[in-house]
């Protein structure tokens, strides 16, 4: 089992920036690649971005290229998710998952990952 927390959601006027963070424990959570996806209020939760397990690859939606950096610093359990240029439409609940194989490469796929955190709002205002 993998258990993960994300943090360092809010409010953010338009322009702006934040920086979540994914801490994990539990069975050796650096083996895992790990996602971030995001559900707004009625409508699917959709993938923002993947880092594999050694953090050398990372995947990202094309509406996020440019302005989201996702990184991951092993030696603490931690995965990033620099958004930078935040958009109102980029308002959501933020999910941080790990996959439900190790050694993974990442992948935009939800039905790849098995471990769920609970979630971190992030409101971007006009």
């Known amino acids: 089992q993998v258990q993960l927390v994300e943090s360092g959601g809010g409010l953010v006027q338009a322009g702006g920036s934040l920086r979540l963070s994914c801490t994990s424990s539990g069975r050796t959570p650096s083996r895992y690649a790990m996602g971030w996806f ?7 939760r959709e ?7 050694s ?7 094309d509406s996020m290229k440019g302005r989201f950096t996702i990184s991951r610093a092993n030696a603490r359990n931690t995965v990033y ?19 439900k194989d190790s050694w993974g490469l990442g992948s935009s796929q939800k039905n790849e990952y098995g471990y769920w955190g609970q979630g971190t709002q992030v409101t971007v205002s006009s």
Do not use: H
């Open 81 to 99: 998710l620099q958004m930078n240029s935040l958009k109102p439409e980029d308002t959501a609940v933020y999910y941080c998952a790990a996959e």
């Open 47 to 53: 993938f923002v971005a993947a880092i594999s397990w």
């Open 38 to 44: 995001r559900q707004a209020p009625g409508k699917e």
């Open 55 to 61: 953090g050398s690859r990372a995947i990202y939606a």
